[in-house]
């Protein structure tokens, strides 16, 4: 079954937002697998964000993103990894659709949130990288067949 890497950054969290993320995935009927709450090391920051490394706003985004406490999570269904993209909004909270989290709770590229996994090969590496196998719960939720046919 299909899985993403979703993290809800420093400012969600300072922002109070955590539990209208959960709820936004637990009603469109994706299941979570794996969640916690953590400070992100430095190392672990530049891991994550290793294609952006050089960019102007590289150092910014590691100051941000170790800032503050991140919940980390996992989210399973068909089709997680785009639907969770389509939820999450642009990159640029202000050309973000109305509707979805960044269009509805941000205003600056440099505070936009959440992040999740842009293709299902790199939901697979950020998953083992902040998560180890034995924290996911792999689950079968009861009302299952009332979400899907
Ligand atoms: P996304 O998070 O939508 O997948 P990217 O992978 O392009 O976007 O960028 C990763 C993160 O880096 C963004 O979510 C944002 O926090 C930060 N970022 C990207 N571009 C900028 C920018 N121009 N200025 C500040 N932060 C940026």
């Known amino acids: ?33 794996g969640l916690k709450l953590m400070s992100v090391s430095r190392e672990l920051a530049e891991s994550h964000y290793e294609v952006h490394k050089g960019k102007p706003f590289f150092d910014g985004l590691m100051k941000f993103i170790t800032s503050g406490p991140v919940v980390a999570m996992v989210w399973e269904g068909d089709g997680v990894v785009a639907a969770a993209r389509k939820m999450i909004g ?3 909270p202000l050309t973000a659709e109305p ?3 960044r269009g509805d709770y ?14 299902i090969e790199t939901a697979n590496r950020e998953i083992s990288l902040w998560f180890k196998e034995e924290d996911l719960i ?9 979400l899907v046919e």
């Not at 941000?106 to 842009?118: F, Q, T």
């Open 90 to 92: 642009a990159t640029n």
């Open 106 to 119: 941000a205003v600056s590229v440099g505070r936009n949130l959440i992040h999740g996994s842009d293709a």
């Open 1 to 33: 079954m299909e899985r993403t890497f979703i993290a809800i950054k420093p400012d969600g969290v300072q922002r109070r937002l955590v539990g209208e993320v959960i709820s936004r995935f637990e009603e469109k009927g994706f299941t979570l697998v």
């Open 99 to 101: 509707g979805t989290i």
């Open 138 to 146: 792999a689950w079968e939720p009861s009302i299952m067949s009332w």
